[in-house]
């Protein structure tokens, strides 16, 4: 596998620990505010991460490259909001796609038919990562600070279930 290939798609199962260990942290941060819909949907989400951190790490084995794992930083351990906290998910999800979007780039100047045909996945997963945030997003700056409709959101996420 190409050296800049194997770095980048290292630092993508990076980015997707990361995600993993963000998620958690938003699931935590629910469960302790005594909202356990919002925190099985966070939970449900970062297990969808360590997922695609996985199919990161195979492909780079597959490949014939070497994975190089990092420390990973202490993630923020607390939200204003579930508002904020679903917001920063968004802009996060939105960074991750960009990343992905770079990586198509990457692969297809390397000619890495192989890694562009993998990370194809990822292009269709994102639209959804992005897609299912937002009518959250839009449904809790409706509910702003009514607590009955809040606890009536927090019991439908509940409903989530794991993909895979
Ligand atoms: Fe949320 O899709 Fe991976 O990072």
Not at 48 to 72: D, P
Request: aromatic share 10%; net charge negative.
């Amino acid at each position: 596998m190409n050296g800049e290939m194997e770095k980048a798609l290292n630092e993508q199962l990076y980015e997707e620990m990361g995600s993993f260990y963000l998620y958690l942290a938003m699931a935590a941060d629910f469960a302790a505010k005594q909202l356990p819909g919002m925190a099985k949907w966070m939970e449900v989400q970062a297990q969808e991460e360590m997922g695609h951190a996985m199919k990161f790490y195979r492909h780079i084995l597959e490949r014939g490259g070497k994975v190089s794992l990092k420390a990973l930083p202490q993630p923020q351990g607390s939200w204003d909001s579930p508002l904020a906290a679903f917001t920063a998910a968004l802009a996060h999800e939105q960074h991750i796609t960009s990343r992905i979007h770079a990586l198509v780039g990457l692969a297809r100047q390397l000619k890495d038919y192989p890694t562009e045909a993998f990370l194809q996945w990822f292009v269709t997963e994102q639209v959804e990562e992005e897609a299912q945030l937002e009518p959250i997003i839009h449904r809790l700056k409706l509910v702003g600070d009514h607590a009955p409709a809040l606890f009536m959101l927090d019991r439908e996420l509940a409903a989530r279930e794991a993909e895979e």
